[in-house]
């Protein structure tokens, strides 16, 4: 079973910096690509930075220029440096992993997506 496991939210003033990890765990063989998703209150849920397993990454507009998105594959993590923190960024921050091949007696199978469970950012004015 291969699962996901967001930390490093909490509450902070607009302005300040947090640093968002993701850790897969079970019997992984490679993941393709993984994101981080926010959910604001009362709205749907939306990519805020994507990066694949050969580091190319995308962000949603308003993350561009505040936030970094990075990996170690090597230690199926990842990470979301926010800085600039502003109270719109506020919500729930999931780990999503795309591809997600794993181990099974005599082979490997694939997970076309997981997610985590989430881990809650919130910015005051």
């Known amino acids: 079973q291969v699962q996901l496991a967001e930390s490093g939210g909490g509450s902070v003033q607009a302005g300040e910096s947090l640093r968002l990890s993701c850790s897969a765990s079970g019997p992984i063989h490679s993941i393709w690509a993984m994101g981080w998703y926010r959910q604001a209150p009362g709205k749907q849920r939306e990519l805020v930075a994507s990066?694949?397993?050969?580091?190319?990454?995308t962000y949603q507009d308003s993350s561009k220029g505040r936030f970094a998105i990075s990996r170690d594959n090597a230690e199926n993590m990842m990470f979301l440096q926010m800085d600039s923190l502003e109270p719109e960024d506020t919500g729930v921050y999931y780990c999503?992993?795309?591809?997600?091949?794993?181990?099974?007696?005599?082979?490997?199978?694939?997970?076309?997506?997981?997610w985590g469970h989430g881990t809650e950012v919130t910015v005051s004015a």
């Open positions: 999503k992993a795309e591809g997600v091949r794993y181990y099974i007696a005599g082979g490997t199978n694939e997970y076309r997506e997981v």
């Open positions: 990066i694949t397993r050969e580091n190319a990454a």
